[in-house]
């Protein structure tokens, strides 16, 4: 993969699609309890970023927002994964036998 492409996903999810591969989608949460249960842990840590907003601080609070916007990003990245796998009839889930 060039370093442009793997710039575009930092930039998009703060890491490279195979880290995400990686470090959520083979997570153990993943073995475990399904992909599902890793979007929803995602979601739920955006939910708790978005209650508490930084007002206080300018930088912190544009930092905040562009970490949730990542971790949106991130978990749509699962979703569409997920989607894309049970379309091509290679399993329900991804990581998940026929």
Known sequence: MSKK???GEVQMFGMSEDAIREQYMKSITAKFSGLEMVVA??????QEMVAYPCAE??????AAKESVRKQL???KFILFEMIEAKRAGESKYIGESV
């Open 73 to 75: 990003n991130i978990a």
């Open 5 to 7: 492409a793997i710039s």
């Open 57 to 62: 601080d300018v930088v912190m609070e544009a």
């Open 41 to 46: 842990g995602i979601l739920s840590d955006v």
